[in-house]
């Protein structure tokens, strides 16, 4: 039996693609093939078709290869089955070390239940017949010097021709200063909620105390003369607290030097300064 495949020039002058098959149907007393039997089919589309694919193929492969993005699939077991070089520069492995190891390998602890639940999604939807869409996920992936990365991957299904999945492919891209910068913002606006909170509680307090000395003036005038200074040296707190944002406005930051507290004197002063604020 024997299946090959060559070319032939046809009866026009054109040379097409032909698939012979065929076998041995009679030999001589030595065994020697005497004659044959088979078909000829003319595989010429087949081929054309196999070679634009080819190209094609080679063509996303360089456009892959020559990418700072990592292009990638996976198979729907969760298994790497191509990722491109660049994967490299961004995690510090080899495409070889990658390909055949399950995605939840190269995801960070911290970002495995958000990478695994948004898997799961995917699969759930396949289960309803419904193509899913494309998924969009931040996550944190390990690299190979032990340091980790930020990244954010796009991923959708693969269908073919039949409307049956067939692979996830995806795009990785290197988000890390981004998250970084992100988190700093975080950070610094936390510190403005604190500091907001601290300046709305120290400016309350003497606001407060005026509307004491101001009430007990209304009450009584003969108190005007002992609480009126009072009055003017918390007013003189507010405007100082408020030259304080002013400033801190112009230079955005705050730099302060730890120095030691000696904390009974810090209390002596507060009860000091409870004896002499409560008007009545």
């Known amino acids: 039996y024997f299946d090959v495949e060559y070319r032939m ?11 012979s098959r065929g076998r041995v149907i ?17 595989i010429t589309e087949k081929k054309k078709t196999e070679h634009t694919l080819r190209e094609t193929d080679k063509r996303y492969r ?18 790497f089955t191509y990722i491109s ?36 999604i995917i699969m759930s939807e396949l289960k309803t017949g419904i193509k899913a869409p494309v998924r969009y996920f931040e996550l ?12 954010e991957t796009t991923a959708w299904l693969m269908y073919d021709e039949m409307g049956n999945p067939v ?30 909170f601290m300046v709305s509680h120290d400016l309350k307090s003497p606001v407060n105390l005026i509307k004491s000395y101001l009430a007990a003036i209304s009450e009584e005038k003969t108190l005007f003369d002992e609480f009126f ?9 507010v405007f100082s607290y408020i030259d304080n944002l002013l400033q801190l406005s112009r230079v955005g930051k705050v730099i302060q030097e730890k120095q030691k ?16 604020n409560v008007p009545f």
């Open 85 to 120: 070089p660049s994967v490299f520069e961004l995690r510090g492995y080899t495409p070889e070390e990658i390909v055949g190891t399950h995605f939840t390998e190269s995801i960070c602890a911290s970002s495995m239940e958000q990478a695994v639940s948004g898997i799961e």
């Open 229 to 237: 200074p009072k009055c003017m040296e918390q007013a003189d707190k």
């Open 167 to 196: 692979e996830v492919v995806g795009i990785t891209r290197n988000i890390d200063s981004r998250k970084k910068a992100e988190n700093r913002l975080l950070a610094i606006n936390k510190e403005l909620d604190d500091f907001t």
């Open 26 to 42: 009679y030999r001589d007393p030595d065994g020697k093939p005497l004659r044959i039997a088979g078909t000829h089919l003319d």
């Open 9 to 19: 020039k046809s009866k026009t002058g054109e040379w097409v693609w032909i698939q």
């Open 140 to 151: 944190e992936q390990p690299c190979k010097d032990g340091s980790k990365v930020w990244i």
């Open 261 to 276: 507290l000696n904390l009974t004197i810090l209390f002596r002063m507060y009860l000091k300064s409870l004896k002499t």
């Open 62 to 79: 360089m456009l892959a290869h020559n990418s700072n993005d990592v292009i990638w699939t996976m198979d729907l077991s969760g298994n």
